[in-house]
C-alpha cells in the first residue's frame, strides 16, 4: 500500500498578514527553539525560508505537550495551526500551533550551530557543509548562483549560441603551463580537461557561436582564497568576431546576471545584506601598457612582458573599484592560441575581465592560421604532433573567431561580496580536501 504522506498547504514564506486566522499546515526543519517556561517558541525553516510557530502549552493537549518537550534542533516536522498577526514576531505574523509531528529526528548534540551564533572557521563549516547549507545566509549564495546560471543561459540563446558539451577526458593539454591531472584510462593514461578550448575552437566551425557551462579542473598547488583544483566556467565561442566582440557580449552578459539577480533574489541579497546595482556600459578598458604605468606611478615598477602578481592587482584594485578590462597582454604571457597583433607581433589581442583586483575572465582573438597556430605551439615548447586532431580542422576551413572562459564562481563572490572562493561552491576541492 501507498504510504500516507504529510501535505503543507504554504510554505514558511507565504505565512503573511493577509492570512489573519487562516489553518496552515507546514513541513520543515526546527532551525531553532525558545523555551520561556508556558511558552515556546519554534522558528520553522523550510527551503523558502523561515516563519514563527508559537506553542501555548495551557491551550494544547497533553499529547502534544509531551512532544513538544522532546523537540530539537533541525527536527524534521509537520506542523497545523492558525496564523495570527502578531507584530513582534518575524514578519509580523506567527502560527499558533494546534498540532505537531516529529518525521525525523537529528543527532542531539548537532557537531554545528546552524543557527551561526556559535561562529566557525571556513574548515569546521566545510567540514559539515551540509549542516552549514542551512544556514539562511549561506543558502542564499547558491540560490544566487541558480539565478546567475539561468540568467547565463538565457543570455547565451537571446544571442544566438548554442549550448554545447565537450568531453571531461582528453589526451592532451589544451593550455600550455597549467598543470594537469593525469588519470588511469584502461590501459593507458588520459587527462582531466583544464578548459574546453580546443573543442569549442572547433565547434565554430559547425555552429558559428557556442557556449558550454560546465566543471573543469587544474592541479593548482596554489593554495589561496581564490584558486580551487575543480572549478565551473562559463565559456563561450564566436565565429567572425574579435576580442572587442566577445568583449561586449561579456560585459552584456555581467549586466544582465546583475538584473536578472537582483528581479529574482531581493530575499537572499538581503540575507547578505548587498545593495547590489546594475553596472554601466561600456566598462573601462586599460591596456597591459596603461596598468604598467599606473604601478610605476604608485612606486611599484614590472618588467614589459611580466605577469600581473597579486601585489600588483591589489594596487590596481585600489583604483579601479569596479567592472574593468585590461586589453593587449605580451603575446609571450598569453596561451598558444591567442592572436598576435598585426602591426606588433609582441603584443596580443587578449584581454582579462576584472574586478578590483579580482580576475574573473580571460579571452581574446584566437588564431585561426594553421602555420601561425604551428609556430606559436613550437614557441610554447609544446608537441605539433600531439594536436594533430585539432590542427586537422584548420584545413576545413576555419573563420576568425574569438572567446572567452569566465570563472562562475570568482563572479559568485563579486556578486555575494565573499572573499573566499570555498564559500561559493557546495563541495570545493583543492590540494588540502577531497571530501566531504
Given at each position: 500500500m501507498?504510504?500516507s504522506l504529510?501535505?503543507r ?6 505565512v503573511k498578514?493577509e492570512?489573519d ?9 526546527v ?17 523558502s525560508?523561515?516563519c514563527?510557530?508559537t506553542a501555548?502549552?495551557?491551550n494544547?493537549?497533553?499529547e502534544?505537550?509531551r512532544?513538544l518537550e522532546?523537540?530539537?534542533v533541525?527536527?524534521v516536522?509537520?506542523v497545523?495551526g492558525?496564523?495570527?498577526n ?5 514578519l509580523?505574523?506567527?502560527v ?6 516529529v ?6 548534540p548537532?557537531?554545528?550551530d ?21 544556514n539562511?545566509?549561506?543558502n542564499?549564495?547558491f540560490?544566487?548562483?541558480d ?8 543570455f547565451?540563446r537571446?544571442n ?6 565537450t568531453?571531461?577526458?582528453i589526451a ?8 594537469l591531472?593525469?588519470?588511469k584510462?584502461?590501459?593507458g ?6 578548459s574546453p578550448q580546443?573543442?569549442?575552437?572547433e ?8 557556449f558550454e557551462?560546465?566543471p573543469?579542473?587544474r592541479?593548482e ?5 581564490r584558486?580551487?583544483s ?8 564566436a565565429?567572425?568576431l574579435d576580442l572587442y ?5 561579456l ?9 536578472r539577480?537582483?528581479?529574482?533574489r531581493r530575499r ?9 546595482s546594475i ?7 586599460y591596456?597591459?601598457?596603461?596598468m604598467l604605468?599606473?604601478l610605476e606611478?604608485?612606486g611599484?615598477?614590472?618588467?614589459w612582458g ?7 592587482l591589489r594596487?590596481?584594485g ?5 567592472y ?7 603575446t609571450?604571457s598569453?596561451?598558444?592560441y591567442?592572436q598576435?597583433?598585426?602591426?606588433n607581433?609582441?603584443?596580443?589581442e587578449s584581454?582579462?575581465l576584472?574586478?578590483s ?5 580571460s579571452?581574446?582573438?584566437r588564431?585561426s592560421?594553421?602555420k601561425l ?5 613550437i614557441?610554447?615548447?609544446?608537441n605539433?604532433?600531439?594536436?594533430e586532431?585539432?590542427l586537422k580542422v584548420?584545413d576545413?576551413?576555419m573563420?576568425?573567431?574569438a572567446?572567452?572562459?569566465l570563472?562562475?564562481?570568482r ?10 572562493i570555498?564559500?561559493v ?5 583543492d ?6
Amino acid at each position: 500500500m501507498r504510504r500516507s504522506l504529510p501535505r503543507r498547504s504554504h510554505y514558511a514564506s507565504e505565512v503573511k498578514p493577509e492570512l489573519d486566522n487562516s489553518h496552515v499546515s507546514l513541513i520543515g526543519w526546527v532551525h531553532e527553539i525558545r523555551d520561556l517556561g508556558g511558552i515556546k517558541f519554534i522558528l520553522l525553516r523550510d527551503v523558502s525560508g523561515i516563519c514563527q510557530v508559537t506553542a501555548r502549552k495551557e491551550n494544547l493537549p497533553v499529547e502534544i505537550s509531551r512532544k513538544l518537550e522532546d523537540i530539537g534542533v533541525e527536527d524534521v516536522v509537520y506542523v497545523e495551526g492558525v496564523v495570527k498577526n502578531q507584530p513582534k514576531a518575524r514578519l509580523g505574523v506567527e502560527v499558533v500551533l494546534e498540532k505537531i509531528d516529529v518525521l525525523s529526528r537529528a543527532s542531539r548534540p548537532l557537531p554545528y550551530d546552524v543557527t551561526g551564533k556559535v561562529p566557525a572557521g571556513i574548515d569546521t563549516r566545510l567540514d559539515h557543509r551540509i549542516l552549514d547549507l542551512r544556514n539562511p545566509e549561506n543558502n542564499a549564495v547558491f540560490k544566487i548562483a541558480d539565478t546567475v546560471l539561468a540568467a547565463a543561459r538565457e543570455f547565451f540563446r537571446m544571442n544566438n549560441f548554442i549550448e554545447v558539451r565537450t568531453p571531461r577526458i582528453i589526451a592532451t593539454a589544451t593550455e600550455g603551463g597549467a598543470a594537469l591531472f593525469e588519470v588511469k584510462y584502461f590501459d593507458g593514461k588520459a587527462y582531466l580537461a583544464q578548459s574546453p578550448q580546443l573543442y569549442k575552437e572547433e565547434l565554430v566551425t559547425v555552429f558559428e557561436r557556442v557556449f558550454e557551462i560546465g566543471p573543469f579542473f587544474r592541479a593548482e598547488e596554489s593554495h589561496t582564497r581564490r584558486h580551487v583544483s575543480e572549478f565551473t566556467s562559463i565559456d563561450i565561442e564566436a565565429a567572425f568576431l574579435d576580442l572587442y566582440g566577445v568583449m561586449e557580449i561579456l560585459e552584456r552578459l555581467i549586466v544582465h546576471i546583475h538584473r536578472r539577480v537582483i528581479e529574482e533574489r531581493r530575499r537572499e541579497l538581503e540575507l547578505l545584506n548587498i545593495d547590489l546595482s546594475i553596472p554601466e556600459l561600456p566598462f573601462p578598458r586599460y591596456t597591459y601598457d596603461d596598468m604598467l604605468r599606473e604601478l610605476e606611478d604608485s612606486g611599484l615598477e614590472l618588467e614589459w612582458g611580466e605577469d600581473f602578481g597579486t601585489e600588483h592587482l591589489r594596487i590596481l584594485g585600489e583604483k579601479h573599484k569596479e567592472y574593468y578590462f585590461i586589453t593587449h597582454f605580451p603575446t609571450k604571457s598569453k596561451p598558444f592560441y591567442i592572436q598576435p597583433c598585426e602591426d606588433n607581433p609582441e603584443i596580443s589581442e587578449s584581454f582579462d575581465l576584472m574586478y578590483s583586483w579580482l580576475e574573473l575572465a580571460s579571452g581574446g582573438t584566437r588564431i585561426s592560421d594553421r602555420k601561425l597556430l604551428e609556430k606559436r605551439l613550437i614557441e610554447q615548447g609544446l608537441n605539433v604532433k600531439a594536436f594533430e586532431h585539432h590542427l586537422k580542422v584548420y584545413d576545413y576551413g576555419m573563420p576568425i573567431h574569438a572567446g572567452w572562459g569566465l570563472g562562475l564562481e570568482r563572479l559568485l563572490m563579486v556578486l555575494t561580496n565573499k572573499s573566499n572562493i570555498r564559500e561559493v561552491i557546495l563541495f570545493p576541492r583543492d590540494k588540502f580536501r577531497l571530501t566531504p
